[in-house]
């Protein structure tokens, strides 16, 4: 979205490092009991895989480094841990939730 | 991913159930003053002088008030709210406690400092209106010279800020031809997202219809043009569409449910569950400077009288999208049908509903249209004459 893109469609991939942009919140709501995604004139509710996945968009750890923490604390397979990280992100790229560098 | 959008008042998506209770979204309407005179504001048709607006410290605790509440995300609107003078002590409040801050702005009265401000002061979204990207078209629109150019600088500062840009395009017989070169202005201005909103006939809107409504070859043909554009711009902007009712078949969840998740402030402190309530006869508005806004919310007679489904007639009552979208608008039904109470004509199962498609079709095929009623103040007094 800013000077540094030039508006085309970001394709997330293992090695892509993905950061919640600056006007992005993922913040817990204590009244509530549950987190939130606050972005323009949107609220999204992310279930706790989301969650865990949107704590570690950090700009720094890839996506692949992710799938691989995830995969061990759920003790999951990996490559489906992957797929289903990457199309989550894609999603949230395409809403412009995630900036997936 | 579950999503609530508590200003898509339009979407078809049911609210979340976890967040039915506190409101999400809470549209602070600072000021009905406007230097633009657009024949759809949604403002009421009697709007509130300047000497009756709430104080900064009113608004500011508002503010405090909504965080405390649950809402999650404020809308400062108008009129337009870069007339206050105090937007920024608003903005400073709203954002420290926490809330997630979204200025709704004509642009034309804004500076760059003053954007600068903001953003430092914690404003996280700018969304920009624009009457169309025809100059000669956007000035016969909003009365006002030259507001499109001050609307592409508005837009540069708030890129070169690096906030998030939404921009806002009313849609009307006037300008929907113009469809894919507002998107394109939307796309160089750099915006996340655009609204592609079909103006919603309500208080200025109904006045000026006969003048506004597109046909519905036009409706069909804007949404493929939407439907293309968002395929083809999927990733760099985030498109909402909102149709006329006029040409539905089912009604639009307003407000996602009287009541549920959005609650209104007006300049005065009147708290309304939307902002054409006031049309309806009957209700009770509350004002924050005599009860607290939560107390307002839970038990104010005008936020009870409709919320749920319990006030329900046939064929809402049975319906089984009588949770999906609420019975459609109370306003339109009573603007309408003469009952808040009756399903909203845009419903195919209103009686009223030949009728109200007729009434789109035979004025948006006039050949003429009528002049603008433009949206201005009425005078200040005429003691003598009515």
Known sequence: ?101 | MNEIAPMEQFSEKPVVEACARAPVGLLAELTHRCPLQCPYCSNPLELDRVNSELTTEQWQDVMRQAADLGILQIHLSGGEPTVRKDLEDIVEVAAKVGLYTNLITAGVTLTRDRLKRLKELGLDHVQLSIQDVDDVNAEKISAYKNGLAKKREVGKWVREFDMPLTINAPIHRLNIENLPNIIEFAVEMGAGRIEVANIQYYAWALKNRAALMPTRAQVLKSAEIVEAAKERLKGVMVFDFVVPDYYAKTPKPCMGGWGRGVMNVTPQGRVLPCHASESVPGLVFDNVKDRPLADIWLNGQAFQKYRGTSWMKEPCRSCPRAEIDFGGCRCQAMAFTGDAANTDPACKLSPHHGAFVAAAEQESAEQTPPPFVYRRMAPAKAPAAE
């Open chain 1, 1 to 101: 979205m800013s000077s540094d893109t030039t508006r085309t469609r970001v394709i997330v991939v293992p090695a892509s490092k993905p950061a919640l942009p600056t006007h992005i919140k993922l913040r817990h709501d204590p009244g509530r009991g549950r987190w939130h995604v606050l972005a323009p004139e949107r609220v999204f509710e992310p279930d706790p895989i989301a969650i865990e996945i949107l704590k570690r968009c950090d700009g720094v750890t890839s996506v692949e480094q992710i799938a691989t923490d995830l995969a061990k604390d759920y003790n999951a397979p990996l490559q489906e841990i992957l797929n289903d990280t990457i199309s989550m992100l894609q999603e949230l790229s395409d809403k412009g939730v995630v900036k997936a560098a």
